[in-house]
């Protein structure tokens, strides 16, 4: 099992930016690929971006690309998203997951193929 400890969340303007971080532990050393989803009040836990933890390999949801881009330190276990032209609609909770297992076809998309959660971080952006 991995920990995972989400930080860099808070309140920004519209235009602004943000750049989330996600710390890995315990069982890190295998992970095969980290994402972001988010959750917004009433809404569906959506899919943000993944990156594949050995190629680098990224995908980012069509609402999100060009704005947010995903990155990882190897060395440091961690994953970042930063967040640029945020918008009032991405406002929500974002948590990283975790996938340790080598798994080719994953559909990483979906969050039933992640393993591992953080508790999640607030994004807010005002108008």
């Known amino acids: 099992q991995v920990q995972l400890v989400e930080s860099g969340g808070g309140l920004v303007q519209a235009g602004g930016s943000l750049r989330l971080s996600c710390a890995a532990s315990?069982?890190?050393?295998?992970?095969?690929?980290m994402g972001w989803f988010r959750q917004a009040p009433g809404k569906e836990r959506e899919f943000v971006a993944v990156i594949e933890w050995s190629s680098g390999f990224a995908l980012y949801s069509d609402s999100v690309k060009g704005r947010l881009t995903i990155s990882r330190e190897n060395g440091k276990n961690t994953v970042y998203l930063q967040m640029n032209s945020l918008k009032p609609e991405d406002t929500a909770v974002y948590s990283c997951?975790?996938?340790?297992?080598?798994?080719?076809?994953?559909?990483?998309?979906?969050?039933?193929?992640?393993?591992?959660w953080g508790q999640g971080t607030q994004v807010t952006v005002s108008a």
């Open positions: 997951a975790a996938q340790t297992v080598y798994t080719p076809g994953m559909n990483y998309y979906s969050a039933l193929d992640y393993d591992d």
């Open positions: 315990g069982r890190a050393g295998r992970l095969f690929a």
